[in-house]
């Protein structure tokens, strides 16, 4: 059990998303002592849900680590948050009385982009149940899109869910012919029609959409048409973003979040060529800018 | 001012949508003798608002037509409402303990079409927040959409109003040229980039997006190219639909709600040329088939 003089030795990375938060203790020698993980922790969808989603997967991972909670005022965290590019939440956020000893507090993106080059500049797009591209190059953050469901988040996964929920009532409507995706959706959904399936995705968050976007890349890779014209939209989108942040001359630029494997087979090739794998998951990069604001101190 | 025996000359008439529920209180020779408008009407959107709503409305139509709300319970009302072509939520407000002498609940489809048509089999298509198309031939029913935002509802004005935020969204980002659209929806919305632009629209529901519509028609009659596009895909969309409705052999087709005037002028040539007017509104729909339900015991 570390003491309390144990401040400078260890640090919190926190990473807060739509669906969950993780947390990890990391030794001043960059070892992982511990790890937690809790519920939402993007501030845009509620912030007590998010201020109690980053604490207690804090907790969790101090646990983890075999040091007691009580040292959490002790030790300084990097808290890297989904939504708090939006100036109002990032206000909101850095007014939080943290339990922490110190909070630096960034943007998902920059943390991720941070995580991805070991703290040097480049850039990173991220499909998970979001989508958004980000560089970090001299200095200067440049974002594209990251602006949200159903508005924005183009190509990622509540993107392809809600292509394959709207394809399937056109189809079920007759309006246009039917595809492999109907079947998968209503299977997944444990609905039999039009009228079940739209009582089953009513009112429902970017994360719920997530879940159906494996199938439209399964009938894609069956052959189904509208499910290849769906992927190929989505991975033009991806393709674009990638342009729009090699224009700013990252020396690297990384694809991660949790639809990497499914869509990067259907980018462009010339992307596909310039995609590195990244080098720390975005909880490390908390740590890596926590570390580094404590240098410039 | 009616005494209670009255409860079979007047009756009432209920439109609760998504964004207002209007009652009216008709004499037995269709004479109105009193409107009312109150807050959403649409179960889907909360119940406890849907049924303040309904009865909100009746007792303002009731004292706009000089009767004491205390006849309410003497007067038998029919009610059509958004949202319960869905199962769960017909049940629901058929189990609601109403203030009527007798409710007869319909879908808003269902009263859109008994109005337009005077209580004929018909069909309507409805664009206002929301999309749908609606036929009543031979005792059968029959739907078209009808499937809500952000999953269905293609060519409402929640769908024009989406479309337009994002559009702007990816111009703003670089990854589309710039249109007409982009200028117009920063300044309804009163922002100024990307970001205020995406805490403006954060979480808003179908009725926000819907006041987008209009600037999207305005920049396609000043012949913006995205414009047109999208004004294009819409009118489609709305084509489809009315083939779909025609195939059920409807002694009549109309089109109604609030974007009729909008878009009407891009619907195909061979559609409009079926189109009649409307010969009631919907909430006399609603009176309609209380008379009929009536009629039937």
Known sequence: ????????EILLGIDGGGSKCKAIVMSSDNKILGTGIAGPGNPLHGYDQAINSITESAKLALADAGIDESELGNIVAGVGLAGVNLPVLFEQMSNWQHP?????????????????????????????????????????????????FPHGDKGSGAWFGLQAAKQS?????????????????????????????????????????????NLVFDSAEEGDELALAIVAEGADYINHVARQLLKQNPPHLALIGGLTPRIKPWLDVTIKAQLIEPINPPEVGSVIYAKQQLQLQ
Do not use: Q
């Open 1 to 8: 059990m570390l003491n309390s003089s144990g401040n400078n």
């Open 100 to 148: 922490f000893k110190k909070m630096y507090l960034a943007t998902d993106l920059l943390i991720a982009c941070l995580g991805a080059h070991d703290g040097n500049d480049g850039a990173v797009m991220i499909t998970g149940t979001g989508s958004c591209g980000f560089s970090y190059v001299d200095g200067h953050p440049f974002i594209v899109g990251a602006h949200g």
């Open 169 to 213: 009532l056109l189809s079920l409507d007759g309006l246009i012919p039917p595809s492999l995706i109907n079947d998968k959706v209503l299977a997944l959904l444990e609905v039999k029609d039009d009228v079940e399936l739209v009582e089953a995705i009513a009112g429902k968050p970017a994360a719920f959409y997530a879940r159906l976007a």
